[in-house]
């Protein structure tokens, strides 16, 4: 391979060779005033939401012209993503993000929006968003035995008080005898119906019932409006190209988290919600399917001490034939390498691993290392940049942020040895769910003499085909 010669080449002739990498961007802090709103009726609904929450407002947020996306911390340091549509930068509705199957969005994205904007609602600190987001001469609500305007009671006043985090079916049910499509909203919990007429979309039924409302009084007084602010200027999200090139020498910094955790099982659930996690004695395994032949799985050593917590990579594998495979059926074929070379580099390679499968998560912050390692980034969009970075993990930080709300996929994928040094070959996909683009990264990692990783390079391709080749 040109690419894979020219690597060699260049560690054969200097101390400092370009590296490959890939980048990320820090997301815009956003705090919506009234005048981001379409009318105070959505002002009102967000404070609401924000103070039964007990929410923190300047948080970061990506912006897109049809869209507002921004990332809240429960109590419990649970992810909470929230997107706001907008139109002509006003926001015009709010909803709570669903953990939800591909087929459930691509299949149902009215219904799926209308869910999360009544999700939203119910976290909301005042009963009137519920009661006039519903109109049950077109959707149908089931709930304890109870249904529609007696079901939504119940539900607001066995929630008023507290937050409720819901998952969604992968697949409605059709009742062919009613043309009736049932949703399950759910919870350990709890299981909320929610009845759709077949062919409608529900969010048409939405906004001009909420346009036309008037709010009484006393919330006008509990949220006043305010001055109309002068517009400040909106950044939209930048595609992963200018982001690079806006941000790739900025300082990142790492987020200590020892002595924040409480709960590492709770921790980990919120990080990884996608993941089957489950442990054994101090062992956390995070289990979840591969994509393609690239695999997402971590397993962790967690320990208790006087500082706080500590996360490690658990080594979880054993060598079969100059193999080396994990307990999942994950393998890395070391054939390339002598007996005394697998034994020296093994015991690290599930490090280098589970730190790219973190990548995304505040688990990169335990599991962060190459702080000194000089790495080079080729970017490949429609044409090839070159950044020189002085730190792997910087870069590593850096792309956590701008891949907050992807899938990540990371698989060694070639061992060999070129004039007479080891490198490593590594493919990570960020995978974005529902989305048929997806970023992709070939890093090669190229050890010294002692058995360090001293040079990196990544090749990052944006926005790619979801059929990997």
């Not at 507290?162 to 350990?188: A, G, H």
């Not at 280098?352 to 499968?357: A, D, K, P, Q």
Request: charged share 25%; aromatic share 14%; with cysteine.
């Amino acid at each position: 391979m040109k690419c894979s010669m020219e690597m060699s080449n260049k560690m054969k002739k200097s101390l400092v060779i370009l590296l490959l990498c890939v980048f990320f961007y820090p997301l815009v802090s956003f705090e919506p005033k009234p005048s981001n709103f379409i009318n105070n009726y959505q002002y009102a609904l967000y404070i609401s939401w924000i103070n039964k929450g007990n929410f923190k407002t300047d948080t970061p947020a990506n912006f897109s012209e049809q869209k507002v996306e921004k990332l809240f911390y429960d109590k419990n340091n649970k992810k909470i993503k929230i997107e706001y549509d907008w139109k002509n930068w006003k926001i015009t509705n709010q909803r709570e993000k669903l953990i939800t199957s591909n087929y459930l969005s691509s299949n149902y994205p009215e219904a799926v929006l209308y869910l999360e904007s009544l999700v939203y609602r119910l976290n909301a600190a005042d009963s009137i968003f519920l009661f006039d987001f519903m109109n049950f001469t077109k959707i149908k609500v089931q709930y304890t035995g109870l249904a529609d305007n007696e079901a939504l009671k119940r539900l607001w006043k066995d929630f008023k008080n507290t937050r409720v985090s819901l998952k969604c079916t992968e697949q409605p049910v059709f009742d062919e005898e009613n043309d009736e499509t049932i949703f399950i909203l759910f919870s350990e919990e709890t299981e909320i119906k929610i009845i759709f007429p077949e062919f409608i979309e529900p969010l048409k039924y939405l906004g001009n019932k909420e346009a036309a409302v008037i709010l009484p009084e006393i919330y006008m007084k509990k949220y006043p409006t305010h001055p109309k602010l002068p517009e400040k200027y909106i950044m939209e999200k930048l595609s992963l190209k200018e982001y690079i090139n806006k941000n790739w020498d900025k300082k990142q910094s790492r987020e200590l988290l020892n002595n924040k955790i409480k709960n590492a099982m709770i921790f980990l659930q919120n990080e990884f919600p996608e993941h089957d996690t489950y442990k054994e004695d101090n062992i956390y395994y995070l289990t979840n399917q591969p994509y393609d032949r690239f695999y997402c799985s971590i397993y962790l050593d967690v320990f208790h001490n006087h500082d706080g917590i500590e996360i490690s990579p658990y080594e979880n594998f054993e060598i079969r034939n100059k193999n080396l495979v994990f307990s999942d059926g994950e393998s890395i074929d070391l054939s390339n390498l002598s007996s005394t070379e697998i034994e020296k580099i093994s015991p690290f390679l599930p490090h280098l691993i589970y730190e790219h499968r973190a990548v995304g998560t505040r688990l990169l912050n335990f599991l962060l290392i190459h702080d000194d390692v000089p790495t080079t980034l080729v970017l490949r969009t429609d044409e090839r940049e070159l950044f020189e970075i002085d730190s792997y993990a910087e870069l590593l930080l850096l792309l956590s942020n701008y891949w907050s709300d992807r899938n990540i996929y990371f698989s060694l994928t070639e061992v060999k040895k070129i004039n007479n040094y080891i490198e490593f070959k590594g493919i990570l996909v960020a995978e974005d769910p529902g989305k048929e683009k997806h970023d992709m990264a070939e890093i090669r990692f190229h050890l010294s003499k002692n058995y360090n990783i001293d040079l990196i390079m990544m090749v990052l391709h944006a926005e790619i085909s979801s059929n990997i080749q």
